[in-house]
């Protein structure tokens, strides 16, 4: 897990985040377009960024898991987490070098 290069985002997006607000997108989405997922806790100031690079890796072979299925089982954790389940999640244009390989690797 990498350390955020990014600002924790508003707190009032955070407050306001529901879980039905992710829509249909599924990790293969955020993998197609390049995007990060900036997880942030409602009930202490912790985000963490899972890249692209991290979701392939985390998500290998379950793609198509819809955001909206991950949310729940989401936690504050780790070292430094409080362990609240409030979480808000944000995609995230990621700029470093990513490229999906999965059709080249299929073939
Ligand atoms: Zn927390």
């Not at 508003?10 to 900036?38: C, H, N, Q, T, Y």
């Not at 819809?66 to 244009?93: D, H, K, M, Q, Y």
Request: aromatic fraction near 10%; proline fraction near 11%.
């Amino acid at each position: 897990m990498s350390t955020p290069q990014i600002e924790r985002p508003p707190e009032k997006w955070i407050r306001a985040f529901r879980p039905g607000m992710v829509g249909r997108d599924r990790i293969r989405d955020l993998l197609k377009d390049g995007f990060s997922l900036v997880i942030c806790c409602k009930d202490c100031p912790r985000m963490v960024e899972w890249t692209p690079p991290e979701l392939a890796d985390r998500f290998a072979g379950k793609v198509d898991l819809p955001l909206i299925e991950l949310i729940p089982r989401l936690t504050c954790a780790g070292e430094s987490g409080c362990g609240s389940p409030e979480i808000a999640v944000f995609p995230n244009f990621w700029p470093g070098d990513w490229r999906w390989r999965e059709d080249a690797a299929a073939t």
